[in-house]
């Protein structure tokens, strides 16, 4: 069974070399080509739920505008809003109530374009020598004309498990929750990769880390890029062969072990009997549960 | 087969708890503790080629200091060099001949110190207003005191892949060289995972982008830190049914199909009577081209 994750599948020709043609850039940026219509950093969608074109023309004067790539043959740019998300990774109910019925096509576009955005709203200066900088390469790069240094937009890899136990009380999962969750919650746990390890020993080190659990057998199952504000979830299994839990409480405020016919009962009753909530279907925890279901016969 | 890839395999316990802990943190900076003996970002050994290690108390007056971890249950620590690497991904001869015999554990812990003190030098300044930034958390992050922002060390994932087309020649692997390169060396084709794309997504485009191949069905096989400057190598194999070139002459110098028999033979004859000269065996190019021929019958 392959996953194919939200926020995946976008349909851009992302055209690297038109970004590196200074001259062919400036040809496609016509006041009637299409700009994607944010408010701040959320789309701002149309009657039919789809994300809405705006013209260049219309973007606010003097923004930095990047160039997300050609759809269908046609550019398509973006305006660096004023300011970035000053909270990106719990981002605000709004933005999560007008992506929820965007087409999976338009959703990988969005989170593409967020990232990119925020990127340049948090980074405007040269982190070497504290000048501003310049948007560059139709935004997929930034220069800074004081050091000449080059800055590119970050991507950061994170490893998110899904740790079995199997024993006598069959296949077990372990999630966690954290104290910001809704209540009754549960996920899998979750790390950024360090300098300096595999993705393979970053999970390792995060699932003991957190609940105090050691892993054998890491394999990874599937990737997901996640836009608050520029993720790269990892997701992977891997087995624990001793289900005592250490938990840390700065990290975790719970963390257990669910059989799947805990998990079953998860996504098909509703909250109030089953017992937890599971992620919503925009995270890659959610993939990686229903993959567990399908793949794992208890 | 599983690949066990150079830079990985640290024997560090990363103490994430004690980089939290401003009290614990002081009680370990004790002046007789140990300091990685460096000069710059290059390594110096001792006579056994092993990294050696100074005392904290000799690191240079106002070095920002990074707490590595805990090895053997004993604190180790680094002083941030006044200079990062000025050409990052293409590290000088002294580097690679000072490691070229470290042992697998000291080659990670030096590759992953290395990562964070570049970092460091290279990221004084907060991208968000421009203003200072202080090292914190023991050197796993940089705070800005003027506009709050925090900003945390970088590792940039980057695809590389064994593209493999089988056919009447039997199975070949797609490898490229570009004008950086030594003399007849090719290695496996590789990229920047950008915002907004998996795993899979990435390696599709790359190979179209440099090559001009469609692939399909890719999939992972290993993973590796990268301290040039801190990249996290992800290893792929992917499948091509047409094994048409067409080269982007800004990335590639020239690629081509090789046969199992040309892989052999690179690997063990020397320079002169083989086709191509293969990738260093600190590259993850290196280990996959192994694993190819272990994995693949011809």
Not at 143 to 169: N, Q, S, W, Y
Not at 235 to 254: K, M, P, R
């Amino acid at each position: 069974m392959s996953l194919v994750t939200p926020f995946a599948g976008h349909r851009l020709d992302r055209a690297d070399p038109i970004r590196h043609d200074a001259e062919r850039l400036a040809e496609l940026r016509q006041p009637n080509a299409r700009l994607l219509r944010l408010e701040g950093l959320i789309p701002r969608l149309g009657p039919d739920q789809r994300v809405q074109w705006d013209r260049l023309g219309d973007a606010p004067e003097g923004a930095d505008v990047v160039f997300l790539g050609l759809l269908d043959g046609e550019p398509l740019f973006a305006a660096v809003p004023t300011d970035g998300d000053p909270d990106p990774a719990y981002t605000r109910r709004e933005t999560w109530a007008a992506i929820a019925d965007l087409p999976a096509d338009e959703l990988a576009l969005y989170g593409g374009a967020r990232s990119l955005l925020d990127w340049h709203a948090r980074h405007r200066f040269c982190a070497n020598c504290g000048q501003p900088t310049m948007l560059a390469k139709g935004g997929w790069q930034r220069d800074c004309l004081a050091c000449g240094a080059a800055h590119f937009p970050r991507t950061d890899p994170v490893t998110i498990m899904l740790v079995e136990h199997r024993g006598p009380k069959g296949s077990r999962v372990l999630l966690g929750r954290n104290a910001r969750f809704p209540g009754r919650s549960y996920s899998a746990l979750a790390g950024f990769i360090e300098p300096g390890e595999t993705i393979e020993e970053a999970v390792a080190r995060e699932v003991f880390e957190e609940a105090g659990v050691r892993v054998r057998d890491v394999s990874y199952i599937a990737s997901q890029p996640w836009p608050f504000p520029s993720q790269l979830m990892i997701a992977c299994h891997a087995y624990a062969d001793d289900d005592a839990l250490t938990l840390d409480a700065t990290e975790l405020e719970d963390a257990q072990w669910f059989t799947r016919g805990q998990v079953i009962e998860a996504f098909e009753k509703g909250q109030e009997s089953a017992s937890f909530v599971p992620p919503f279907p925009l995270a890659i925890a959610h993939h990686m549960l229903r993959w567990w279901l399908e793949t794992n016969d208890g």
